[in-house]
């Protein structure tokens, strides 16, 4: 133990996404204070996406970095996965950035503290007022993702899954329409959230406690040189899996995810979907991979349960909704159940497969979701089921792209989903692991019929008499849409290219 | 042999006329009805075309084969080939479709729902249904397996009967467990393929012969039969099937049983018996006896029938019975039959829901037996051709589904005499529930809501049903008694198969009857 701090040694240039992502961010706070109110929006509509571009653009020119500087790892699966977050975060700006389909403008409240349906709530809108701090603070989740799956130790980890989780908390709050339920899911989130970062924070104590390091390569060391368990290795590896869980989304840690996927606004939701699950699993492979690797045949056992806990209640509670957001979010649930078998697995495949899996998961939820921010209603959208009735002879285009992104979630051929399922499942049985393939089997035979279901009401149900309207989107929903179905047409029929990346990309360094 | 890519032209005209269909405007609607028709023609030909430079002497497995890299990472090739089993299951696809939409000429008109929607739809099912029998690579073969689902989902869900819903559902939900189920095998194998060959592979001819314990083999044995027993069906996953059947129109319903269910009896002869050899050995009683049950079960149903749908879908459980018994006893001459039963049966199935179509286009689309009678006085030439298909249909000696039906028991006899003969009994309940049928719409008193002189009197065929059904009488009789072309194609493929199963045929055993292996 030395007193003197030593500044670590920095390969700036690995780390140049994040820097570039989190300058921005705080040069958009700079903004909201100082730039005049008429062209707040389009600077930030410019900094946003030129932050993000920028990003993936440096990331990509760093696509051979294998470097671990200070407290991160930029290596491959790092690269990918935040390559894939910059990719989501790009594609969910642009469906934020919608104003065309809300007769009262963007999906945000002006302002969202003004109490609902309130004077001054009506005031705002018709004086044009938008809440565009929603740029930076999207900004900064999108550092948070990153820097997550970077993480190398437990302490940089927890940081990054603070500064990813306060933005959503915001962002779920502040819809326009169904401001109640927004506030409650905002509300919700975050207390069960906090409880989770609770979770965490004391779990990496533990850890430290036993390793006497907070690095995940030196409790790995520390395992190996320390066989055998002590309460104090059991309990901190349980609570900070729970923290991770928790952001995944995973039996029994799933309270929380209809809630807030239902009360959001869509653009937010599409957002959380895609990118908090390619973050959380990305921290979730590093730390069972790179600290607990060695020790995998402990809580490989544990990870089981909750898998198949994870399938079979995401699949079948999503059976019984009635809300098209509500069960899209148990379909999320049981999407992270499948990845968890990739997970399982504990190859270099496992990793691949999870890779991929998200990609594929992500771009088809941020699909699903822009189809369901056009189907409207009295200015707020139409969510429940039934107003879905027959949308396929209102809107064949878009209930087609809504079929596809389903089909893509039920695993069938020639989607991306499908060629998901079918590594996440391969890995784990060169792992060993067929009766979770069996289940996995199972629950994908129940979700298949939720996902069904919805095609079936849209093509072979008779509209209702004063049914919703399609709104016609601008230019950015409709990028959203065809960069959703072209990804999820193009990873199921013509993977290789991405299977190949994913394939170089499958080893953590440590 | 020359190298042009027959399968993939084949397969691909059909789906180029899909899309130029569905780029015709919303008004075009009988132009939507000649192009499908012309597209569908010009596969047949090059079908009939492709059939003739067949060589029934090469001892290659496949022939007119086509590779390509798709996706190497996974082992995934777009490869596709045929063997004699395979190219009559094509050639078979190739002349119902045709068939299917010409008898379908008014099947669908604007208020059901777009014209050329559906006949886009049929060909879209056509390009999957050859690729399905020409697939090569097991990957492939499952891709078209599950992709078909999808136009005849839509087909049974937005052009049939007023419960289309409901039964496109089933269907769909059956399939899809079906599905995956074989998708896990899939895996299986790839992984096991993987361990073995040091890379794993789905190429078909790699997959033959790879050695797996028991217990691995038997696991993933299961797997595929799901997916075949379901889509073939057998009992007892046939529930599905009457209730596709019913709702779908004739020419759907055609299609649905007369093609695409013969995909699983054809699935279980190409990759469930040279795969899994010893399991397909282990499970084959359990096979034989669902068999034996889906054909005396799926008789007695028929037998109570009141909707000539349903009855003729119960009907075709029962034959798919015989079809997978002929299989499942693992002798050259069951498993023969079996395929020739197999385009009969598809042609008879073809011919009995297409004239039952006509009659219900004729009585304001009611299929209820007990609203018909005495056609045979008010449209003899119809009533002519019913009898016809009826008699197809219960394997009327000199048609070609006699001689598969006999093929099948004689081949099951030589191995499990009593089976053979307990499934026989099968064939005198299909006569039962045939003649009956006949004898409760063709004969009798006419219904005074089509007789002479009321508002809608029946009417006998039209020049266009009549070239729809020509087709189909022709063929059941030239293979009934000239089947020799079709078996020399055949046999070639199936004795392939049996020496991968590491089966010959037993002497025959005259003397001493009973006495099996």
Same mark, same amino acid.
């Given at each position: 133990m030395d007193d003197v701090l030593i500044a670590p040694d920095i390969d700036y240039l690995a &780390?140049?996404? *994040?820097?570039?992502?989190? &300058?921005?961010?705080?040069?958009?706070?700079?903004?909201?204070?100082?730039?005049?109110?008429?062209?707040? #929006?389009?600077?930030?509509?410019?900094?946003?996406?030129?932050?993000?571009?920028?990003a993936f653009v440096v990331l990509i020119s760093q696509a051979g970095t294998r470097v671990i500087t200070g407290s991160l790892a930029i290596d491959g699966p790092s690269l990918v996965l935040q390559g894939l977050i910059l990719l989501i975060a790009i594609v969910s700006a642009m469906l934020m950035a919608e104003r065309r389909v809300d007769p009262a403008g963007d999906a945000f409240s002006p302002r969202a503290s003004a109490l609902p349906g309130s004077e001054e709530e009506r005031v705002l809108s018709t004086r044009g007022f938008m809440q565009t701090e929603v740029w930076p603070l999207m900004l900064f989740a999108v550092v948070g993702m990153m820097l997550f799956t970077a993480a190398n130790d437990l302490?940089?980890?927890?940081?990054?899954?603070?500064?990813?989780?306060?933005?959503?908390?915001?962002?779920?709050? *502040?819809? #326009?329409?169904?401001?109640?339920?927004?506030q409650e899911a905002a509300l919700k989130y975050f207390i069960l959230g906090a409880f989770s970062?609770?979770?965490?924070?004391?779990?990496?104590?533990?850890?430290?406690?036993?390793?006497g390091t907070? +690095?995940?390569?030196?409790?790995? $060391?520390?395992? +190996?040189?320390?066989?055998?368990?002590?309460?104090?290795i059991f309990i901190g590896f349980g609570l900070v899996v729970i923290g991770l869980l928790f952001k995944v989304g995973a039996v029994p840690f799933h309270q929380w995810v209809p809630d807030v996927y239902q009360g959001s606004p869509s653009a937010v939701t599409a957002f959380m979907a895609a990118a908090v699950k390619v973050a959380a699993f990305g921290a979730l492979l590093r730390f069972l991979y790179v600290a607990f690797g060695g020790a995998r045949w402990d809580w490989q056992p544990a990870l089981w349960i909750i898998a198949i806990a994870t399938m079979l209640v995401g699949s079948i509670l999503a059976i019984t909704q009635t809300d098209i957001k509500r069960m899209l979010a148990y379909s999320s649930i049981a999407q992270a159940g499948f990845i968890l078998v990739g997970v399982i697995a504990v190859n270099p495949e496992g990793v691949a497969a999870v890779m991929f899996y998200l990609a594929a998961y992500g771009f088809?939820?941020?699909?699903?979701?822009?189809?369901?921010?056009?189907?409207?209603? $009295?200015?707020?959208?139409?969510?429940?089921?039934?107003?879905?009735?027959?949308?396929?002879?209102?809107?064949? &285009?878009?209930?087609?792209?809504?079929?596809?992104?389903?089909?893509?979630?039920?695993?069938?051929?020639?989607?991306?989903?499908?060629?998901?399922?079918?590594?996440?499942?391969e890995a784990a049985i060169l792992a060993d692991a067929v009766p979770l393939v069996i289940v996995g089997v199972i629950a994908s035979?129940?979700?298949?019929?939720?996902?069904?279901? &919805?095609?079936?009401?849209?093509?072979?149900?008779?509209?209702?008499?004063?049914?919703?309207?399609?709104?016609?989107? +601008?230019?950015f929903t409709t990028l959203v849409l065809a960069i959703s179905v072209a990804v999820t047409v193009i990873l199921g029929v013509f993977p290789q290219p991405v299977l190949d990346l994913v394939e170089q990309a499958n080893v953590f360094l440590r | 042999m020359s190298n042009f890519p027959w399968l993939t032209t084949i397969g691909v005209i059909p789906l180029i006329g899909a899309v130029v269909v569905m780029l015709l405007p919303r008004s075009k609607g009988l132009l939507a009805k000649q192009l499908a028709l012309v597209f569908s023609l010009i596969a047949l030909g090059m079908t009939i075309a492709m059939a003739l430079q067949f060589d029934a002497d090469v001892t290659d497995p496949f022939q007119f084969s086509e590779s390509a890299s798709w996706i190497p990472a996974l082992?995934?090739?777009?490869? =596709?080939? %045929?063997?004699?089993?395979?190219?009559? /299951?094509?050639?078979?696809?190739?002349? /119902?479709?045709? %068939? =299917?939409?010409?008898?379908?000429?008014?099947? =669908?008109?604007?208020?059901?729902?777009? %014209?050329?929607g559906y006949f886009a739809l049929i060909l879209v099912l056509q390009t999957l249904m050859i690729g399905v029998f020409a697939a090569t690579d097991v990957f492939l073969f499952y891709v078209f397996f599950e992709a078909m689902l999808v136009p005849i989902y839509f087909l049974i869900g937005r052009y049939g009967g007023p419960q289309r819903a409901y039964a496109a559902v089933k269907f769909l939900i059956y399939s899809l467990v079906g599905g995956l189920f074989m998708l896990a095998s899939l895996i299986g194998l790839y992984v096991v393929s993987g361990r073995q060959?040091?890379?794993?592979?789905?190429?078909?001819?790699? /997959? =033959?012969?790879?050695?797996?314990?028991?217990?691995?083999?038997?696991?993933?044995?299961?797997?595929? @039969? @799901?997916?075949?027993?379901?889509?073939?069906?057998l009992f007892p996953f046939h529930t599905w099937l009457p209730d596709a059947a019913k709702e779908s129109t004739p020419g759907t319903a055609v299609l649905l049983i007369g093609v695409l269910d013969k995909v699983g009896t054809f699935g279980m002869i190409r990759y469930l018996l040279p795969i899994f050899p010893e399991a397909s050995q282990f499970y084959a009683p359990v096979v034989i006896a669902m068999a034996v049950i889906g054909i005396l079960y799926g008789a007695l149903v028929a037998l109570g029938q009141n909707d000539m749908k349903r009855l003729f879908a119960y009907s075709s459980m029962s034959h798919f019975g015989f079809i997978a018994l002929g299989i499942f006893v693992f002798t050259n001459i069951g498993m023969s039959g079996s395929v020739l039963y197999m385009v009969a049966h598809g042609l008879s199935t073809a011919a009995v829901f297409l004239v039952a179509g006509f009659l219900m286009a004729r009585r304001g689309g009611s299929s209820l037996i007990s609203d018909y009678g005495g056609i045979s006085k008010v449209a003899p030439v119809l009533a002519g051709f019913l009898l016809f298909a009826a008699l197809s249909s219960l394997a009327l000696p000199g048609l070609a589904s006699f001689l598969g039906e006999f093929m099948v028991l004689l081949g099951t006899f030589q191995i499990y005499p009593w089976v053979a003969v307990v499934a026989t009994l099968g064939i005198v309940f299909t006569a039962a529930y045939v003649l009956r049928f006949y004898q409760r719409t063709a004969t009798g008193p006419v219904p005074a809501a089509y007789a002479p002189g009321s508002a809608h009197p029946m009417t006998d065929v039209k020049a266009r049903e009549v070239t729809a059904l020509a087709p189909l009488v022709l063929l059941t009789i030239v293979l009934g008694v000239f089947p020799t072309p079709a078996l020399d194609v055949i046999n070639p493929a199936v004795e392939w198969t049996q020496q991968t199963l590491g089966v010959v045929d037993p002497p025959p055993q005259i003397d001493t009857p009973g006495g099996g292996q």
């Open positions: &780390v140049a996404p *994040m820097i570039i992502v989190g &300058v921005t961010a705080v040069v958009g706070v700079l903004v909201e204070a100082f730039a005049p109110r008429r062209p707040r #929006r389009g600077i930030q509509l410019v900094l946003t996406f030129g932050a993000l571009i920028a302490l940089v980890m927890f940081i990054a899954l603070e500064i990813m989780s306060l933005p959503l908390y915001l962002l779920a709050g *502040m819809s #326009r329409r169904r401001r109640l339920l927004s970062s609770a979770f965490f924070i004391f779990g990496a104590a533990m850890l430290y406690g036993f390793s907070i +690095s995940l390569p030196g409790i790995a $060391d520390a395992l +190996s040189a320390n066989p055998g368990q002590t309460p104090l088809a939820t941020l699909g699903a979701f822009a189809v369901i921010s056009l189907v409207r209603q $009295d200015g707020g959208e139409a969510t429940h089921l039934s107003n879905w009735a027959g949308l396929g002879k209102r809107s064949p &285009v878009l209930a087609l792209s809504m079929s596809l992104f389903m089909l893509s979630f039920a695993g069938i051929p020639l989607t991306s989903g499908f060629i998901g399922k079918f590594t996440v499942f035979i129940i979700a298949a019929f939720f996902y069904v279901r &919805v095609i079936v009401l849209m093509f072979f149900t008779e509209p209702a008499e004063v049914g919703p309207t399609v709104v016609l989107p +601008s230019v | 082992g995934i090739s777009y490869s =596709v080939g %045929v063997d004699g089993i395979g190219l009559v /299951l094509i050639g078979l696809a190739a002349t /119902l479709v045709p %068939v =299917v939409i010409l008898a379908g000429w008014h099947d =669908v008109d604007e208020e059901l729902g777009s %014209v050329k060959l040091g890379e794993g592979t789905f190429d078909f001819l790699s /997959l =033959v012969g790879l050695e797996m314990d028991s217990t691995t083999q038997r696991l993933l044995f299961l797997g595929f @039969f @799901f997916a075949f027993a379901i889509k073939a069906p």
